[in-house]
Structures are given as C-alpha cells and as structure tokens.
C-alpha cells in the first residue's frame, strides 16, 4: 500500500485531456513539493514536472502539474498514442523521513 | 547531457549481499544527490536512499539496518550495497541522480536523469 494514492488506471481517446490524481496527507503532499514521472513500457522513469508544477527543459506544454492542498494533479492534454505510459507522482514525507512515491497510474490511449 | 551507467550482479541467493555501482559521465558530480531507488516486478517505485558528493547519505527508514551508500567523486561513481537479501528484495534498481527543492532537500527532492535499471534477481 502506498503513502500516495493514485487511480491504477484512466484511459482516454488521442487528442483529449487527461487527469491524473495523487492523494496524500499533512506530512508529505500537504508541506512539500510533488514531482511527476513518466515510465515508457520497459524503460526507466523520466521527470516531467517537479516543484509541483514546473516543466523541465524539452518537457513539452501539454503536461501540466497542480496542487492543492494534500493532493496533486497531473494534466495531459492533446494526448497522443506516445504518451501510453505509467505515471507516478513522488514527494518527500516529513512523518515518515523518506521520499514517497505513488502506486503509480497507468494511461492507455484508447 | 548527463548520463548514468549502472552495472552489479543480476542474479542473487538468499542472504547474500546485493552490489551495484553507477558511473557518471556528461556533468558535475558535485552539487547534486545521488539516488537509488527500485521498482519490484508490477509494484511501485521506492526510495532506497542518496547520497551526496562528500559522502553525506540519508536512507529509507525501513531499509537502513540493511544499506550501505558510498561515493568516489574522484572517478565520479556511487555505489549500494544491501545485504542479506531475501526474494522480497527482486526488483529493478535504478541510480539516478537527485535536486533537492530549493536547496532543501526536506521539501522535496527530484530525480534527472535515471540509470537504465538492472533486474536484480534473489532465487535459491
């Protein structure tokens, strides 16, 4: 059981928007900044929004990342068959001394 | 561009200690945290631990009994080793290399780029 909840799985049609939710609590989402990574099919995990909602370098506009209060959103617009991929958000817990990550959100393209 | 280079023994027995070794090369070694995280087959990713270019290091609380980090920034490379692996321990491990948010690495931390992961095995 992880200490950040995501949805196991969305799905949506290419050119749509999806959402991506991350539940946490007071220790870790709720004091701390949150970052997003995607993981291609057999590949490792890539950053693409840290401090909650900044965008790293050729990480294009269409993924956007927001936070209120203890949860976090990622936003994928204008989605496209590449974007198929697990998700998963990470912060650090101030209770728990660690970084946490999400149980990570798998995104189909339909 | 930064790239990291991971390599260690794929295949493990029961209490048996894991090694695995990440080289540097494209950047600075200094300033940053360097990270080990791993990913169970189907499961999440988890924190294993980081540590700095002086040798500083913070560990996961529920595998620090178990982990040992440590760094030669001479030849640019850090290395984990966690022992007395049980199957529980199977998992994908990345090195990678950490920021910390706004230079406090207790509001957060951020990890670019990855290693590209070794599948470390614990069977008897």
């Known amino acids: 059981q992880s200490v950040l909840t995501q949805p196991p799985s969305v799905s949506a049609a290419p050119g749509q928007k999806v959402t991506i939710s991350c539940s946490g609590s007071?220790?870790?989402?709720?004091?701390?900044?949150v970052s997003w990574y995607q993981q291609l099919p057999g590949t490792a995990p890539k950053l693409l929004i840290y401090?909650?909602?900044k965008r790293p370098s050729g990480i294009r506009d269409r993924f956007s990342g927001s936070k209120s209060g203890t949860s976090a959103t990622l936003v994928i617009t204008r989605l496209q068959t590449g974007d198929e991929a697990d998700y998963h958000c990470?912060?650090?817990?101030?209770?728990?001394?660690?970084?946490?990550f999400g149980g990570g959100t798998r995104l189909t393209i339909l | 561009q930064v790239q990291l280079q991971q390599w260690g023994a794929g295949l493990l027995k029961p209490s048996e200690t894991l090694s695995l070794t990440c080289a540097v090369s494209g950047g600075s070694f200094s300033g940053y945290i360097w990270s080990w995280i791993r990913q169970p087959p189907g499961k999440a990713l988890a924190w294993i631990g980081d540590?700095?270019?002086?040798?500083?290091?913070s560990y996961n609380p529920s595998l620090k009994s178990r982990v040992t980090l440590s760094v030669d920034a001479s030849r640019g490379r850090f290395s984990l080793r966690l022992n007395s692996v049980t199957a529980a321990d199977t998992a994908v491990y990345y090195c990678?290399?950490?920021?910390?948010?706004?230079?406090?690495?207790?509001?957060?931390?951020?990890?670019?780029?990855w290693g590209r992961g070794i599948l470390v095995t614990v069977s008897s």
């Open positions: 990678a290399r950490g920021f910390c948010s706004g230079g406090n690495c207790y509001l957060g931390r951020r990890f670019d780029p």
């Open positions: 401090d909650n909602n």
């Open positions: 990470e912060t650090w817990d101030g209770s728990l001394s660690s970084v946490v």
């Open positions: 540590i700095s270019h002086i040798g500083m290091a």
């Open positions: 007071s220790s870790n989402i709720g004091i701390n900044f």
